[in-house]
């Protein structure tokens, strides 16, 4: 099976514990339970909140909650919550994270195989109406039996015998304590919004904590931007104000990014790329050498027609080839291909692959990037594939 792709929309978060005497009376359960819990949050993030709500319930000392909601807005439009308390008579730990297809839940306290499940749950809006769309558990295989602490301490050592930077250090600990402090000033205030807008970054290249990216002394990196962990801006690049690029990121040279651009993890921008306003990347997405997204459909060098800005989205794993140009208004599928020289003027199906001018579907494509025969099985990774209304999906 192939691992499950989430247009991350929630995060939920429940961690109760019930203890005989009072555990401490020097601090609540929001700073007992909850650190690691929004040390999980920011990782699938992969960004910070931009502000915080946190109400609490003070049951068996009357200045220490016992009970704390916190929810977490971020600048994505992700949303989540995280549920602490001393006073369940149980123990119980989930975490539950809202897509747009499907909903993954961990629970730690089931068996194994029991562990992680993915429900096929949908929220169908009918006459302005949600209608829930249920589906039955799916296990998810392939993940191999192995203690967690374990892990911790061997990847630990392995951190301090080659010197390997630590998937969890001191950054992403002042992360978690910028979080909070801020869910601890709105417990104070009865449940006031706490923002957590930071500075940004400075122009020429100068890296902002907590990002920790690397920028090219030629590189600007505008006031407003957030740039993840990771990524590399190279030579005379420009980002600028407003746009967001997740983590592990490589922005070739001469790339122009924004304003208000959103670019998702893992993403490849080869040189001399041109990422106006209103085009968003998600996951994964890779671009070659030249290629041009244009966001307003009959420009007028007179006229300023900003207000007339057509989205495009380019979604997850999606590849562009050299010098296709991207006509704005379009989505490009799931894992699409869109060959070299390419005009993409229409919606691209999810694994099509397309070529000409205008583009137009001639095959399809794996998601590791080979084309697929006509029975839809890939002969590099034995991927399989069945047809859908919007395109290929993995059978």
Not at 42 to 50: C, D, Q, R
Not at 208 to 215: G, I, K, Q, T
Not at 344 to 367: E, F, I, Q, S, Y
């Amino acid at each position: 099976m192939a691992a499950p792709i989430f247009l991350l929309a929630h995060v939920a978060l429940w961690d109760q514990f019930f203890g005989i005497t009072y555990p401490v009376l020097e601090e609540n359960a929001l700073w007992s339970f909850a650190p690691h819990d929004i040390s999980m949050i920011l990782a699938l993030t992969g960004e910070e909140p931009e502000s915080v709500q946190a109400t609490g319930g003070n049951y068996l000392h009357r200045r220490i909650a016992d009970v704390t909601t916190t929810h977490l807005a971020f600048p994505s439009g992700i949303r989540a919550h995280v549920f602490v308390s001393w006073l369940h008579p149980f123990k119980d730990q989930k975490l539950v994270v809202v897509g747009d297809r499907k909903m993954a839940v961990f629970d730690d306290t089931v068996p194994w195989p029991e562990k992680l499940l993915l429900y096929h749950h949908e929220i169908v809006w009918k006459n302005n109406v949600p209608v829930p769309a249920k589906g039955e558990p799916e296990r998810v295989a392939g993940i191999p039996e192995q203690e967690p602490l374990r892990l911790e301490c061997e990847h630990f050592l392995h951190c301090i015998a080659t010197g390997t930077p630590p998937v969890t250090d001191g950054r992403e600990g002042l992360r978690v304590l910028r979080v909070l402090n801020a869910s601890q000033q709105s417990l104070d205030r009865n449940g006031a919004q706490i923002s957590l807008r930071a500075a940004a970054p400075a122009a020429k290249g100068q890296a902002s904590e907590p990002s920790a990216h690397f920028a090219h002394e030629t590189a600007v990196v505008d006031e407003g931007c957030h740039i993840g962990a990771g990524t590399k801006i190279w030579h005379f690049s420009h980002v600028l104000k407003g746009s967001r690029i997740g983590e592990n990121c490589n922005i070739g040279q001469n790339v122009v990014i924004g304003p208000d651009v959103t670019i998702g993890r893992g993403c490849k921008i080869q040189n001399n790329v041109s990422v106006y306003k209103g085009v968003t990347l998600e996951d994964g997405v890779f671009c070659g050498p030249s290629v041009v997204f244009t966001n307003i459909i009959n420009p007028r060098a007179e006229i300023s027609k900003m207000d007339q800005v057509r989205p495009s989205l380019v979604k997850k794993g999606a590849t562009i080839g050299a010098n296709a140009t991207i006509v704005c208004g379009v989505t490009i599928g799931v894992y699409a291909f869109v060959g070299a020289g390419a005009v993409v003027t229409k919606d691209v199906p999810d694994h099509a692959l397309c070529v000409g001018n205008p583009a137009r579907v001639t095959g399809w494509a794996c998601a590791c990037g080979e084309r697929l025969p006509k029975r839809t099985v890939c002969k590099a990774c034995g991927r399989k594939y069945k047809k859908g209304k919007g395109g290929l999906t993995e059978a």
